[in-house]
């Protein structure tokens, strides 16, 4: 594919509902990358995988908070038991260098807002 | 090749002192530059500058972003045993199929001592 794609674009979930955010990363890129983005602020690190393995979860804002990459490719953010504070924008990028500073390349993002 | 260039690459300086960071890029299609205090665990973000001149403050902590000269500087006043850490420079651009990508600097690595 040209670019990372993530799906769904817009998602509103009502409170207290889980929810699941997928990430389909550039082909053959090692390094995938969640952030979460509230509007006017700058992109904030949640979690970080190598392949399949998650190396970097400490962003994760709370245990309500998981994300995975089983074949080290398409990876899903799942939020359980969403709250309003989980309203924001979350954004894939994908990297084709392992390491978590090199040039990254994001997805169009989804907006999640909680109800 | 876009990139972002950050110094000094360390620094150690004594609580009190101020410290200025200097972060420069050359990239094309910028959106935005960001600044980012790393410490044991995963960075947080700190600012995000997408205009010249105009001053970003959050207590002892400011930045500017000049993109004329193409960087920014990151100031913090009064500086604390806390603030001892990684401070990262990400810039945001645009690339040639208009999607968004991030480029890291290496970071300046700032220690403060009592």
């Not at chain 1, 799906?7 to 409170?15: L, M, N």
């Not at chain 1, 889980?18 to 006017?40: E, T």
Request: with cysteine; net charge neutral.
């Amino acid at each position: 594919g040209a670019g990372v794609s993530q799906s769904p674009r817009y998602k509103v979930a009502k409170r207290g509902q889980d929810v699941a955010l997928r990430c389909d990363p550039i082909s053959g890129h090692v390094s995938l990358f969640w952030y979460q983005q509230a509007l006017g602020q700058g992109p904030e690190f949640l979690t970080y995988f190598q392949n399949e393995a998650q190396l970097d979860k400490s962003g994760l804002p709370s245990d309500r908070f998981f994300a995975e990459r089983p074949e080290g490719s398409v990876s899903t953010l799942k939020i359980q038991r969403t709250q309003q504070e989980d309203s924001a924008v979350y954004l894939c990028a994908s990297s084709s260098r392992s390491g978590p500073y090199n040039e990254q390349f994001f997805g169009p993002g989804t907006r999640l807002t909680v109800l | 090749e876009d990139k972002v260039v950050q110094s000094p690459l360390s620094l150690v300086v004594h609580e009190g002192d101020t410290v200025t960071l200097n972060c420069s890029y050359e990239v094309t299609n910028f959106r935005s530059l960001l600044w980012y205090k790393q410490e044991k665990k995963a960075p947080t973000f700190l600012f995000m500058l997408t205009s010249s001149g105009i001053e970003k403050k959050s207590g002892r902590l400011s930045s500017i972003l000049d993109k004329k000269e193409l960087f920014s500087i990151l100031n913090i006043t009064a500086t604390q045993t806390g603030d001892s850490a990684i401070y990262l420079c990400a810039v945001e651009a645009h690339n040639a199929g208009n999607n968004r990508k991030l480029i890291w600097g290496l970071g300046t690595s700032l220690a403060v001592n009592p």
